[in-house]
Antibody
Framework: EVQLVESGGGLVKPGGSLRLSCAASGFTFSNAWMSWVRQAPGKGLEWVGRIKSKTDGGTTDYAAPVKGRFTISRDDSKNTLYLQMNSLKTEDTAVYYC???????????????WGQGTLVTVSS | SSELTQDPAVSVALGQTVRITCQGDSLRSYYASWYQQKPGQAPVLVIYGKNNRPSGIPDRFSGSSSGNTASLTITGAQAEDEADYYCNSRDSSGNQLGVFGGGTKLTVL
């Protein structure tokens, strides 16, 4: 059974930093593309970024609102995904989900498995 | 603002058919995926690719695409289908970034 368990959320002041973790099990983590998706209170889903598998280059992509402030990394030996968030803003307040990203060539992609999410609150 | 546009709310009578749409330029070359989210829960993938359902998703859910519009159809809507539905695709810049629609609140009457 695939499981994704996020941790590390909490209350942080504007300008502060936080690191989220996502522990994965039930699939071959090292082969997986992984993404973070967030959801502000009462709002819709927003894609944050992804990291490809190392065999596909291990590169990262980010949404414009977080580029330069957030960093996604992975430790395949620990089956763990990370999201380092710096220079946090009040608008970063959201539930952060880690997801697996499947794809079929360049024609489609999808987020098949989701964690339960971890809440990050940025407030003074 | 989202590059994928969804109607904010749609309603359907119990047992009837409802179509939820998603519009965006990237959908001309990229299939949408669809997610169901109930209050307090994580999203669940219901449709991906041309028209694929993950294991456990009822066959009353189907997907289609035409031009710049992707559609999620629920044939014979059930009370448990009342939820928010989000479409997802890649952005139209060609950078392979992810993008979600604003979501559609489905009410089953």
């Amino acid at each position: 059974e695939v499981q994704l368990v996020e941790s590390g959320g909490g209350l942080v002041k504007p300008g502060g930093s936080l690191r989220l973790s996502c522990a994965a099990s039930g699939f071959t983590f090292s082969n997986a593309w992984m993404s973070w998706v967030r959801q502000a209170p009462g709002k819709g889903l927003e894609w944050v970024g992804r990291i490809k598998s190392k065999t596909d280059g291990g590169t990262t992509d980010y949404a414009a609102p977080v580029k330069g402030r957030f960093t996604i990394s992975r430790d395949d030996s620990k089956n763990t995904l990370y999201l380092q968030m710096n220079s946090l803003k009040t608008e970063d307040t959201a539930v952060y989900y880690c997801t697996t990203e499947g794809f079929m060539g360049y024609s489609s992609s999808w987020y098949g498995y989701w964690g339960q999410g971890t809440l990050v609150t940025v407030s003074s | 603002s989202s590059e994928l546009t969804q109607d904010p709310a749609v309603s359907v009578a119990l047992g009837q058919t409802v179509r939820i749409t998603c519009q965006g330029d990237s959908l001309r070359s990229y299939y949408a995926s669809w997610y169901q989210q109930k209050p307090g829960q994580a999203p669940v993938l219901v449709i991906y690719g041309k028209n694929n359902r993950p294991s456990g998703i009822p066959d009353r859910f189907s997907g289609s695409s035409s031009g710049n519009t992707a559609s999620l159809t629920i044939t014979g809507a059930q009370a448990e289908d009342e939820a928010d539905y989000y479409c997802n695709s890649r952005d139209s810049s060609g950078n392979q970034l992810g993008v979600f629609g604003g979501g559609t609140k489905l009410t089953v009457l």
